[in-house]
């Protein structure tokens, strides 16, 4: 009788210490979308820790890359080749804001939040973007509730 409860302890016990999976999310690079032309849809995405992100390029000459000051310090910035199809693993939490280099000036940016409470948010909230871009980053911080 004690075999069958010590094996129940030890698989209760071993399933608690399992860590959660993480996510995959996918944001897709449109030329045009939902929310007007030259978009990453969703524009605003909240993740957790070890999550994954999969920028499609859907449409062709588009990237993904990094804005300097709105990423989280130790974390490895993101360039991507246009109209490529990457999967990036976020781990530092905080915010981080992704542009498409060619089509940036026309507002095409995206907005990460990694875990609750960013530590970058007032240094991600102060970098000067274009007009266009800047709404759309507004529009984004509201959507997440920053």
Not at 130 to 142: G, N
Request: glycine share 8%; proline share 9%.
């Amino acid at each position: 009788m004690k075999k069958p409860i010590a094996l129940a302890l030890a698989t209760a016990l071993a399933a608690a210490t399992v860590p959660a999976l993480a996510e995959d999310f996918e944001v897709q690079m449109l030329n045009r979308g939902e929310a007007g032309v030259m978009i990453f849809e969703p524009a605003a995405l909240k993740i957790e820790p070890g999550d994954t992100v999969t920028f499609v390029a859907t449409d062709p000459g588009h990237n993904a890359e990094t804005i300097p000051g709105m990423w989280p310090e130790g974390a490895e910035p993101l360039r991507t080749a246009l109209g490529e199809t990457v999967t990036v693993t976020f781990d530092a939490p905080g915010v981080y804001g992704i542009k498409c280099a060619p089509h940036y000036a026309m507002g095409m940016v995206a907005l990460i939040q990694v875990g609750d409470a960013p530590a970058n948010l007032d240094e991600a909230k102060s970098v000067s973007t274009p007009p266009v871009a800047a709404q759309r980053y507004e529009t984004a911080y509201a959507a997440l509730g920053l």
